[in-house]
Nanobody
Framework: QVQLVESGGGLVQPGGSRTLSCVAS????????MGWYRQVPGKVRELVAI????????TYRDSVKGRFAISRDNAKNTVDLQMDSLKPEDTAMYYC???????WGQGTQVTVSA
C-alpha cells in the first residue's frame, strides 16, 4: 500500500518562499497523476496544483498561478510544490494526493504571517 508523507511546512513571512515535498513509499507513483491540495478549518479542501504521470502537464488554481510550481521525480518517487511570493491567504494544511486510486498524505501546515 502506497504511503504518502509530506514535509516542508512551517511559518513563513509574506512574500517568502517554501518548498513542500511528498515522498511515496510502499509502491511507485510513477504511473499516477499527483496533486497538491490545501484546506483551512471550516472550508472545503481545494486543489492547488496537479501534475500528470510523466510530468509534462500541470494545472494550477488561478490564485497560485505564477507563484507556485509543481514538479515530480519519478525515480525518487517524489512530488514537490515550490511556493513563492506567499500570501497570508495561502495559510492552510497542504496535502499530497495520488489521484487514482485515491490516496492522501497526512498533510503539512503552512502558515504565512509576519
Amino acid at each position: 500500500q502506497v504511503q504518502l508523507v509530506e514535509s516542508g511546512g512551517g511559518l513563513v513571512q509574506p512574500g517568502g518562499s517554501r518548498t513542500l515535498s511528498c515522498v511515496a513509499s510502499g509502491g511507485t507513483i510513477s504511473g499516477s497523476t499527483m496533486g497538491w491540495y490545501r484546506q483551512v478549518p471550516g472550508k472545503v479542501r481545494e486543489l492547488v496544483a496537479i501534475i500528470s504521470s510523466n510530468g509534462k502537464y500541470t494545472t494550477y488554481r488561478d490564485s497560485v498561478k505564477g507563484r507556485f510550481a509543481i514538479s515530480r521525480d519519478n525515480a525518487k518517487n517524489t512530488v514537490d510544490l515550490q511556493m513563492d511570493s506567499l500570501k497570508p491567504e495561502d495559510t492552510a494544511m497542504y496535502y499530497c494526493k495520488r489521484e487514482q486510486p485515491s490516496r492522501w498524505g497526512q498533510g503539512t501546515q503552512v502558515t504565512v504571517s509576519a
